[in-house]
């Protein structure tokens, strides 16, 4: 009787442990039992930046596979302790490093999986970049400032262009990362430039206010740029709203200085800021009623106080410190403050200092450039003037593009300790040559730097990061931390699996160190879900269907705060969020394709749905004196479900104004209210066809039943 065949392996395993580094084709009938790499390719890593690389492994008998390597870099380990290693977290295997200012150059890595028996061997190459000075890696250079703001009163959509920097490369790919904004367009214009579009609903406008853009730059050589981008929306509250408008103080004056404009404001209000206060700014004088939406923006920093009263401060970029042989630049900005009065729908109240125009600060530089003191090294700078003068310089350094001051050098003892005077000359942001001191680590900011204590479920700021991670089980998970890291917030993000249809509910719960917030994300990166108060305690509740999602828990402000998470998947027989449907009246959107309506006799229509922007037109012809009433019937939750009435006479005229552009004329009299249901009676003065128009505010959708009747 022939033996199993698998009692042949353990000779083969063996015989490969015996040819130690030589790979064998399989000795079992020809079965290669060797481990798979997945795809495993060369390499770019800049000097104090951690390289992260996932190790993707397959093991065709299915064996536990455990990874090592080999490697031409000198010192990785000293004493025991290595900046290099393999990490599992799970049965998932990944490669870190961050290298050091000597690690400059190319080297190998020879990865080696092994099952216990058969193993494989991958080698790449890694080359490291020093962080000083242009290294290769993609810039934006618009929109300018942090962001953009839109007022619904005046455009409902963003617009603008995104322009990207990279000398030696011949072009850039320019997209949107998760979080993503549903509905977002990004459109290429050339291979250094892209226009974005995004007309945002009203789901996506209540709330905080804003939404971050998340943009990725991809040259496909080197680790893509990535940059947050603040999407500020204007909504226009109606007369109804409760609450009183923040108040804004600010004391204007002209600036004589190097250093970039510091604009400085006192804010207070009984509810609290919404977000940080903005600053507008621009070059040009934007006049007497400023559209911010063409202006750059600048968020403020909470300096002291709390976002009830406190002093907030932001940096204006000096426009002529770049170009000192201009001379005086005048800069007009304005302070705009947005209150909490309404969590989750319109009626916030926007504040702006000034109340009509902009400010104006005469921007100059001191006659000759101080001579002292200078910046501390590793000062933020955008030009060489800012660092004090001869003996400095301001230069890129690390992976974000960000410029720092430091000393320049010839030898080593020029340096200050913990830096090193390294020797190829790097170019300054305005393209002196010169030999300057790097910090020992190689960076003013370095990833492997935390100034906080993190929690276990770490590394998960990104949603890459969380897909490494296991997913998060049901009930509430404590000791959560959110913190800064390597001076950048700390975001936390979680997986989600859920089995089936179900009612699910994400909840954070917080102290007031910091503000949190909440959303739930979809496998596609869309936006499920937000919920941003002023507080730390946050729910998110929706159905979804089977599949993997995740939460994403982000703070407003950058101290420690440490929370619980909770989420539960009851099964439901519910569905998923479905796009709103227009009715089976349609086309009913305008004068010429109304709805007739015989009044008299009583007109009751169910069913009805305002969708996509498109009103609703009902026609009736009236005699002098008659009074028509009219009553419309819908749940009212958020306002992104707020329906409006408006009367028109036969020319179009709007016999009841209530715009997004003024809502000073809205009344609920005239059915216009900001609850559910609406009812209007119009009395003729004059015979002739009327219009009744049904018009969701702001973009608002819901479905409605409507009735006419005649009043005696």
Same mark, same amino acid.
């Given at each position: 009787m022939l033996r199993p065949t698998a009692r042949i392996?353990?000779?083969? =395993?063996?015989?490969?442990?015996?040819?130690?580094?030589?790979?064998?084709?399989?000795?079992?009938?020809?079965?290669?039992?060797?481990?798979?790499?997945?795809?495993?390719?060369?390499?770019?890593?800049f000097v104090g930046a951690e390289l992260t690389i996932a190790l993707e492994v397959t093991d065709p008998s299915g064996d536990?596979?455990?990874?090592? +390597?080999?490697?031409?870099?000198? *010192?990785?380990?000293?004493? &025991?302790?290595?900046?290099?290693?393999?990490?599992?977290?799970?049965?998932?295997?990944?490669?870190?490093?961050?290298?050091?200012?000597?690690?400059?150059?190319?080297?190998?890595?020879?990865?080696? #999986?092994?099952?216990?028996?058969?193993?494989?061997?991958?080698?790449?190459?890694?080359?490291?970049?020093?962080s000083v000075g242009y290294n290769g890696l993609p810039k934006f250079l618009q929109p300018l400032g942090n962001g953009v703001t839109i007022d619904l009163g005046r455009t409902p959509c963003f617009d603008f262009d995104i322009?990207?920097?990279?000398?030696?490369?011949?072009?850039?790919?320019?997209?949107?990362?998760?979080?993503?904004?549903?509905?977002?367009?990004?459109?290429?214009?050339?291979?250094?430039?892209?226009?974005?579009?995004?007309?945002?609903?009203?789901?996506?406008?209540?709330g905080s206010g804003f939404r971050e853009l998340h943009l990725q730059a991809d040259d496909g050589v080197n680790p893509p740029t990535e940059k947050t981008f603040l999407l500020v929306v204007r %909504?226009?509250?109606?007369?109804?709203?409760?609450?009183?408008?923040?108040?804004?103080?600010?004391?204007?004056?002209?600036?004589?200085?190097?250093?970039?404009?510091?604009?400085?404001?006192?804010?207070?209000?009984?509810?609290g800021l919404k977000h940080a206060p903005i600053v507008y700014y621009a070059t040009s004088d934007p006049g007497p009623d400023p559209d911010v939406s063409r202006m750059a923006q600048v968020p403020m920093t909470l300096t002291s106080g709390t976002r009830e009263s406190g002093e907030w401060s932001a940096e204006i970029p000096n426009p002529?410190?770049?170009?000192?042989?201009?001379?005086?630049? *005048?800069?007009?900005?304005?302070?705009?403050?947005?209150?909490?009065?309404?969590?989750?729908?319109?009626?916030?109240?926007?504040?702006? +200092?000034?109340?009509?125009?902009?400010?104006?600060?005469?921007?100059?530089?001191?006659?000759?450039?101080?001579?002292?003191?200078?910046?501390?090294?590793?000062?933020?700078?955008?030009?060489?003037?800012?660092?004090?003068?001869?003996?400095?310089?301001?230069?890129?350094?690390? *992976?974000?593009?960000?410029?720092?001051?430091?000393?320049?050098?010839?030898? #080593?003892?020029?340096?200050?300790?913990? %830096?090193?005077?390294?020797?190829?000359?790097?170019? =300054?942001?305005?393209d002196a040559r010169e030999r300057v001191c790097v910090p020992d680590a190689g960076a003013c900011v370095v990833d492997e730097v935390s100034t906080c204590a993190d929690d276990p479920q770490e590394d998960n700021d990104t949603r890459a990061l969380a897909d490494t991670r296991p997913a998060l089980k049901q009930g509430t998970t404590t000791s959560l931390v959110s913190c800064v890291s390597g001076g950048t917030k700390d975001e936390d993000w979680y997986r989600l699996q859920v089995t089936s249809t179900s009612q699910v509910e994400v909840s954070i719960d917080g102290n007031d160190a910091s503000d949190l917030d909440l959303m739930l994300i979809g496998p596609d990166g869309?936006?499920?879900?937000?919920?941003?108060?002023?507080?730390?305690?946050?729910?998110?509740?929706?159905?979804?269907?089977?599949?993997?999602?995740?939460?994403?828990?982000?703070?407003?402000?950058?101290?420690?705060?440490?929370?619980?998470?909770?989420?539960?998947?009851?099964?439901?027989?519910?569905?998923?969020?479905?796009?709103?449907? #227009?009715?089976? %009246?349609?086309?009913?959107? &305008?004068?010429?394709?109304a709805r007739a309506v015989d009044w008299r006799k009583g007109y009751t229509v169910a069913g009805n749905s305002i969708c996509g922007g498109s009103d609703d037109w009902y026609r009736v012809d009236l005699v002098a004196g008659d009074t028509v009433a009219v009553q419309a019937e819908f749940v009212h939750v958020t306002a992104a479900d707020d329906l409006d009435f408006h009367f028109l006479d036969a020319n179009g005229a709007d016999l009841t104004p209530c715009s997004e552009a003024d809502t000073s004329t809205c009344s609920a009299f005239q059915g216009?209210?900001?609850?559910?249901?609406?009812?209007?009676?119009?009395?003729?003065?004059?015979?002739?066809?009327?219009?009744?128009?049904?018009?969701?505010?702001?973009? #608002?959708?819901? *479905? %409605?039943?409507?009735?006419?009747?005649?009043?005696?």
């Open positions: 392996f353990p000779s083969c =395993s063996r015989a490969l442990a015996l040819l130690a580094l030589v790979a064998a084709a399989g000795c079992a009938q020809g079965i290669d039992n060797r481990p798979i790499f997945g795809d495993l390719t060369d390499r770019v890593a536990p596979v455990k990874v090592r +390597f080999e490697t031409d870099a000198p *010192n990785l380990c000293k004493d &025991g302790r290595c900046r290099a290693g393999i990490v599992t977290d799970q049965g998932t295997q990944s490669f870190h490093w961050v290298p050091r200012p000597d690690d400059v150059g190319r080297h190998r890595f020879t990865f080696i #999986a092994s099952d216990g028996g058969a193993s494989a061997r991958k080698t790449i190459t890694v080359e490291v970049r020093s322009v990207v920097d990279d000398p030696d490369s011949p072009a850039v790919t320019i997209s949107q990362e998760a979080p993503l904004l549903e509905g977002a367009i990004i459109t290429e214009n050339d291979s250094f430039s892209a226009t974005f579009e995004w007309c945002p609903t009203p789901d996506d406008t209540f %909504y226009p509250a109606k007369p109804e709203c409760p609450g009183e408008l923040p108040n804004v103080t600010h004391t204007p004056a002209d600036w004589d200085s190097d250093a970039d404009i510091r604009i400085t404001a006192h804010v207070d209000d009984d509810s002529v410190v770049k170009n000192p042989a201009a001379g005086t630049q *005048n800069v007009y900005y304005v302070v705009s403050a947005t209150d909490n009065d309404d969590a989750l729908g319109p009626c916030d109240h926007t504040a702006s +200092f000034p109340a009509v125009g902009t400010s104006r600060a005469v921007v100059s530089l001191p006659s000759v450039a101080p001579a002292g003191p200078t910046p501390d090294p590793c000062s933020p700078c955008a030009a060489d003037r800012q660092c004090g003068g001869a003996g400095h310089a301001c230069v890129r350094m690390g *992976n974000r593009g960000d410029a720092f001051c430091v000393p320049t050098c010839v030898q #080593a003892s020029d340096c200050p300790g913990g %830096y090193v005077c390294p020797p190829e000359p790097v170019s =300054s942001v305005d869309k936006t499920l879900g937000v919920s941003e108060t002023t507080r730390s305690d946050e729910v998110v509740t929706t159905c979804l269907g089977p599949g993997t999602y995740y939460a994403r828990v982000y703070s407003f402000g950058s101290e420690r705060n440490t929370y619980s998470l909770t989420w539960t998947a009851r099964a439901a027989s519910c569905n998923a969020p479905t796009a709103c449907k #227009a009715d089976a %009246y349609e086309s009913d959107d &305008g004068m010429s394709s216009q209210s900001l609850d559910s249901n609406e009812y209007y009676d119009f009395n003729a003065a004059t015979s002739g066809t009327y219009y009744l128009v049904v018009h969701g505010f702001a973009g #608002a959708e819901n *479905n %409605y039943d409507i009735r006419f009747w005649k009043l005696d």
